[in-house]
């Protein structure tokens, strides 16, 4: 959530005059909380696969969008949202063979132990009800993030997101542990590592008379800076919040969906079977539409005493926007395009990065690749400036990205999974460009 | 969310082997939270205006559907979200004409004290986001809410929702106050006694340390049994809680969007400017979007502070969706189609229950109408059993409604705005035959 590279309402931009005049519209309209990306805001008409288009006809490479995750406008999943739409649009409490049939389909790309679905319409929602279950069920308050971590924007959940910022409060039922860092930690280290604050952070917890409900991570650890390796790493902190009564949450809304090319969810990488899964952003293409897939024994009493009834979620509609984006990922191979087209990426930003002081690694799964700026190589202290200078520069010249990490200072490239590898190459054009110019 | 009338899993019903088959499929995909309608509960295929399909081609008239507002599967907005996918559908931090036109439309319905409109996914979030941004404002933990309220399902907002029952938790910064009640309370008095109640909630409150931020309730009280009248009523409670220092949040998901045939907002029937309103529901006709309007003020330090980003609310689909809603309710004259009909369909209810010893009461606002069942018409004693028979029985001869309020009693009549004059004698009809058999 990191915005460094955020347009700045009061400094001058480039812009078209309707631009301007749209921008004083929505500052009027929709108030002070929302932002722009980019010095020059981007005023956007049409998206097609990994293409958009701004209303001058300029055409940009989109490396940025994962909700859109099988490509702007995909004629599949349009025609699946019109065809449900044009013929029924209820909710849960009739019968329909849509979200059965989906919430089906979802489990079976999940370890057996998962064995139910509810459904929710976004992220936010998805981990607000993943953490109402986990409380309920275990009886126990506690819930251990990481430090820069986001998980949503409800009361709740934005309680376990200290991306937000400082303005946004937290309980003493959240506690934090550091994420895991690829410049200062060595790989094979960074598993104990995270287990120690795990246990040191549910100690802290229990002296303050609070017990440890959940350790919550994004599998990839996207917003802490992107850290996917090394495999297997996440296994130690998972063993201690169970054998410490807790259960463990992954957060599989950035990683899900074929993101990291090898598989439908990130915890696969680490060869786990999490307790809880909660899926978002990528799932509907941009229609609204989100779940918690859960171990049954955890939901048996909140399903029975609290019920729990989304207007939308799981609608017939929703299920066939879901149901087409799964149809496309297998249909198109994007599991395979992610890791083959992610893996060459990958390799040509780590060459043309090579022996820089400016970057100090080049990391990532699939299509899902952090570049991260330093002030100098060896003493590592993050560049949020010069990340915040590239994002901007390749915007100017027609690629979008932008940079996370707790110091705002990790370039974060996530195309949509249709990227090929001749778009590839103008990504890698536009940073090299980028890193010539400044 | 009173569910008498439910489907009992464990009890024999009259169903088709395909229909027993998908609810056994139901019951392990998406896990025992999940609730079905009616003793035979509905396998539907297909909607359109006020009629739906089960699997057999048997039709139904919908007379509960508040979501689908505008008719199922009206094409206007179909069209809209289909021509919009097509094209673009991306998110508010480009800048695009959909959310800040739609935010204008919206706020040019309402008092010119409300200046902004954020958007979210489903009323949910619009009433955690407006009770974030409250307590953020106002730097109180406070809320006061009716006894049988329901504002929704996250953490924060399920604990202003009573209805879901004693099994989800509600902490100390949460208290009741009794809603309207007909049948004890002369009209007159109605006002004063909220206002009474509102008072001793506040200083039970603060005998507990903490302050009033919010009084928030359903502007037509849908979930405590519908009480739209008398007009103006809760003028002194609103004005209790502001000269306290609080704030007067109106939830506009049930009453909104003309649903009470005179004005845009159930507030409007009270003469009233709330500091915020939440919308939800009907906004996109089944499209998940949903927002909330406030006074500039109360979001000046939370948007600087927390920012707000919503993935999906607000993106382009969903306000051509939105858009969409807001032009067939114009154009086709909803607001007076629902004034109009819904006022003869009350007339009708009340004649056919004039006299009887069963109902105590007809009441409602447009098409939003409650019929209440008692043992005896003096003691008043609510007949949840008889109100849960009659949905029963209409819904075997082909009519849809469902039954709220505390007992479970009040026969909950809420069709799509496009109901007709010959539609609604149906509905009367099936509630006649419903009242003779049994």
Same sequence: chains 1, 2.
Avoid at 54 to 77: E, F, I, M, T, W
Avoid at 78 to 91: D, G, M, R, Y
Avoid at 214 to 223: K, W
Wanted: aromatic letters at 6%; proline letters at 6%; one cysteine or more.
């Amino acid at each position: 959530m990191t915005m460094t590279n955020a347009f700045d309402p009061d400094r001058p931009a480039d812009l078209v005059p309707d631009d301007a005049a749209l921008i004083e519209r929505r500052k009027n309209a929709l108030g002070p909380a929302y932002r722009l990306f980019y010095e020059e805001p981007l005023h956007l008409v049409r998206g097609e696969g990994v293409w958009l288009w701004d209303g001058q006809g300029r055409k940009y490479l989109d490396a940025y969008n994962n909700v859109v995750s099988v490509g702007h406008c995909h004629p599949k999943v349009v025609e699946a949202i019109t065809a449900q739409a044009q013929v029924l649009n209820t909710h849960t409490r009739y019968l329909h063979e849509g979200p059965v049939a989906y919430a089906e389909r979802l489990l079976a790309t999940m370890p057996d132990a998962l064995g139910h679905v509810m459904f929710t319409c976004t992220g936010s929602e998805a981990n607000d009800l993943a953490l109402r279950i986990a409380r309920s069920s275990l009886g126990r308050e506690g819930v251990i993030v990481t430090r820069h971590a986001y998980h949503g924007v409800t009361e709740a959940v934005s309680e376990l997101s200290p991306s937000l910022g400082r303005f946004v409060p937290r309980s003493a039922r959240v506690r934090l542990v550091d994420g895991p860092d690829a410049l200062r930690i060595p790989p094979e280290e960074q598993g104990a590592r995270l287990a120690a604050d795990l246990a040191r952070a549910i100690g802290e917890m229990r002296a303050d008379g609070i017990e440890p409900a959940a350790f919550i991570c994004d599998t990839v650890f996207s917003s802490d800076g992107l850290y996917p390796d090394p495999k297997g790493f996440l296994q130690p902190a998972v063993d201690l919040i169970r054998a410490e009564g807790g259960i463990f949450i992954a957060d599989e809304v950035q990683p899900g969906f074929a993101r990291t090319g090898e598989a439908w969810w990130g915890f696969q990488r680490h060869g786990l079977a999490p307790d809880m899964v909660t899926m978002g952003k990528p799932m509907g293409n941009g229609f609204p539409v989100s779940g918690v897939a859960m171990r049954p024994g955890l939901v048996a009493e909140f399903g029975a005493g609290a019920r729990y009834f989304n207007t939308f979620g799981g609608n017939p509609v929703a299920c066939a926007a879901g149901m087409a984006v799964m149809d496309v990922i297998e249909d198109e191979g994007l599991h395979e395009n992610a890791r083959k087209v992610g893996g060459a990426l990958k390799a040509a930003l780590a060459d043309l990065c090579a022996g820089r002081d400016d970057i100090a690694d080049v990391r990532g799964a699939g299509l899902f690749i952090a570049v991260e700026c330093v002030r100098d190589r060896d003493g590592a202290a993050p560049d949020g400036a010069r990340a915040a200078f590239i994002v901007n520069h390749m915007r100017r010249n027609g690629v979008l990205i932008s940079a996370t990490g707790p110091g705002g200072n990790i370039l974060k490239i996530r195309p949509p999974l249709v990227l090929r590898e001749d778009e590839a190459a103008i990504l890698v054009d536009a940073l090299k460009a980028a890193l010539l110019a400044g």
